[in-house]
C-alpha cells in the first residue's frame, strides 16, 4: 500500500523553501512546477535553469512566465539562510565566505559550499545559503 508505507518523498512543509526570481523566464521560455534550478550570479536571489550535468539546488514550487514574478522553491544541499556582518572586500553573489572573528565573516579563498546570496555594501552585510 503506496499511502502507508515508510519513507516516500517528504511534504513541501518539510525543508527549506527561498523565494528567488528567474531573470532568463519569459512566455517563450517558461519556468514550470518542478523545474530544476541553481543559483545564479547575475543578482540577488537569482536562479537560473540546471543545464545538462548541474547540481540541482533548487526546485520550483509553481510556474513563472517572466524574469520579475517572485518564484517559490525547495532549496537543496543547504540548512538554513543567514546574515552576517562582513569585514574586508565587499563580497559578490555567488562568493564563499569564512569566520573572520568576533562574530564577522570576509570572503573565502576557496568556494566551500556557502553561497552568498545578497549584498549590502552599505551595511555590510550578506545573506548567505549555509550547508
Request: with cysteine; glycine share 12%.
Given at each position: ?7 516516500g518523498v ?31 550570479t547575475s ?89
Amino acid at each position: 500500500m503506496y499511502g502507508t508505507r515508510p519513507g516516500g518523498v517528504s511534504p513541501h512543509s518539510f525543508g527549506l523553501q527561498v523565494t528567488v526570481l528567474v531573470p532568463t523566464a519569459t512566455e517563450a521560455e517558461p519556468i514550470s512546477t518542478g523545474d530544476n534550478l541553481k543559483f545564479a550570479t547575475s543578482g540577488a536571489y537569482h536562479a537560473a535553469p540546471c543545464a545538462d550535468g548541474d547540481v540541482i539546488q533548487l526546485k520550483a514550487l509553481h510556474p513563472v512566465k517572466d524574469g520579475k514574478t517572485p518564484l517559490g522553491c525547495q532549496l537543496y544541499g543547504f540548512s538554513r539562510i543567514d546574515k552576517f556582518v562582513y569585514t574586508g572586500a565587499d563580497l559578490a553573489i555567488g562568493d564563499s565566505i569564512v569566520a573572520a572573528g568576533k562574530g564577522t565573516v570576509k570572503k573565502a579563498t576557496v568556494a566551500n559550499g556557502t553561497v552568498v546570496l545578497f549584498v549590502d555594501t552599505a551595511k555590510k552585510i550578506v545573506e548567505v545559503a549555509m550547508p
